[in-house]
C-alpha cells in the first residue's frame, strides 16, 4: 500500500506565488511518474503537471511558463511551485503518484485547497 501526502496551498491573491509539496511512501518497488492535477467547482479534474524518475515534465497549456513541477527521487515527493498566480487557478490539487514494479497503479493524495483572490 502507498500513503500520498500533499502539503502546502491556501490563501493567495493574485499575482502572488504558492507552493506545494506531496511525499509517498510506503510499499513499492519505483515510483515512476508523480504529478498534479485539479479541480475546481463543476469542472473536470484536469492535468496540472507531470514528472519523471527521469526528470521528464509535462505540463498544462494554462500553467506553463506559471509553474514549476521538481521532485526528489531521495525523498519520493515531488513539488510544484506556482508564480503569477491568477483566481482561474482556485482549485482542490491532488497529487498523483505511479507505481511501477509488479504492475502499474496509480495512487492519490486527498487533495489540498488552492484560493486565489483577486
Known amino acids: 500500500q502507498v500513503q500520498v501526502e500533499e502539503s502546502g496551498g ?15 511512501s510506503g510499499t513499492f518497488i ?4 508523480m ?3 485539479r479541480q ?3 469542472k473536470e479534474r484536469e492535468l496540472v503537471a ?13 500553467v506553463r511558463g506559471r509553474f514549476t513541477i521538481s521532485r526528489d527521487n531521495a525523498k519520493n515527493t515531488v513539488y510544484l511551485q506556482m508564480n503569477s498566480l491568477k ?12 507505481t511501477t514494479g509488479y504492475g502499474t ?3 492519490w493524495g486527498q ?7 483577486s
Open 35 to 37: 504529478g498534479w492535477y
Open 50 to 62: 507531470t514528472i519523471t524518475s527521469g526528470g521528464w515534465t509535462n505540463y498544462g497549456d494554462s
Open 111 to 117: 487533495g489540498t485547497q488552492v484560493t486565489v483572490s
Open 87 to 98: 483566481p482561474e487557478d482556485t482549485a482542490v490539487y491532488y497529487c498523483r503518484v505511479e
Open 40 to 42: 475546481a467547482p463543476g
Open 105 to 107: 497503479y496509480d495512487y
Open 10 to 24: 491556501g490563501l493567495v491573491q493574485a499575482g502572488g506565488s504558492l507552493g506545494l509539496s506531496c511525499a509517498a
Open 30 to 33: 519505483r515510483i515512476n511518474v
